[in-house]
T-cell receptor
Framework: DGGITQSPKYLFRKEGQNVTLSCEQN?????MYWYRQDPGQGLRLIYY???????QKGDIAEGYSVSREKKESFPLTVTSAQKNPTAFYLC???????????????FGNGTRLTVT | QKEVEQNSGPLSVPEGAIASLNCTYS??????FFWYRQYSGKSPELIMF????GDKEDGRFTAQLNKASQYVSLLIRDSQPSDSATYLC?????????????FGQGTELSVKP
């Protein structure tokens, strides 16, 4: 079955360490996204990529980095520069870059990151 | 004004009742609207989308769109305890977002047996 796989499901890190969250999709989708969700809040866009080897900052990109070397993969690195990294991180993909009509997003199961 | 606004709730309805969830948006250029359901601790899942003014029905769910008033709503008929979740409204924004989906903060729905 096609889908989006995020790993790991839970991740614990010490403050000051960089950590990389994995996101892989086999839906053959062009666009991929990273969102962050804090308790009781909506989704905030971190980074997105519409094609391989290209990506753009979202609303809260500071302290994060991404790469898009393959169509299927869009890993997110949470760096030590991110002030409040503890959150629920969601990876998503869509068939085409969101244009005039808007393509629905398909989400992975998320990674819950705790930094102490 | 936020680009996409929802009442955070919680909205509590008895089992079997109609639950009505509302969402307003600020970008008049938006053409498509999405409703996602998110269970506690899980990722959002798409349940409805609507492009045209009026109603769109899918089983117990009805999406209603009024572009003139800039609101979209989701009705859940015969509400079940399994419908208890947070419902997120998402709208593409073109002001300065290049058509990216903007999410509301979500409305928490609780269906009481």
């Amino acid at each position: 079955d096609g889908g989006i796989t995020q790993s790991p499901k839970y991740l614990f890190r010490k403050e000051g360490q960089n950590v990389t969250l994995s996101c892989e999709q086999n839906l053959n989708h062009d666009a991929m996204y990273w969102y962050r969700q804090d308790p009781g809040q909506g989704l905030r866009l971190i980074y997105y990529s519409q094609i391989v080897n290209d990506f753009q900052k979202g609303d809260i990109a500071e302290g994060y980095s991404v790469s898009r070397e393959k169509k299927e993969s869009f890993p997110l690195t949470v760096t030590s520069a991110q002030k409040n990294p503890t959150a629920f991180y969601l990876c998503a993909s869509s068939a085409t870059a969101q244009g005039f009509v808007g393509s629905p997003l398909h989400f992975g199961n998320g990674t819950r990151l705790t930094v102490t | 004004q936020k680009e996409v606004e929802q009442n955070s709730g919680p909205l509590s309805v008895p089992e079997g009742a109609i639950a009505s969830l509302n969402c307003t948006y600020s970008d008049r250029g938006s053409q498509s609207f999405f409703w996602y359901r998110q269970y506690s601790g899980k990722s959002p899942e798409l349940i409805m989308f609507i492009y045209s003014n009026g109603d769109k029905e899918d089983g117990r769910f009805t999406a209603q769109l009024n572009k003139a008033s800039q609101y979209v709503s989701l009705l859940i008929r015969d509400s079940q305890p399994s419908d208890s979740a947070t419902y997120l409204c998402a709208v593409p924004s073109f002001y300065n977002q290049g058509g990216k989906l903007i999410f509301g903060q979500g409305t928490e729905l609780s269906v009481k047996p």
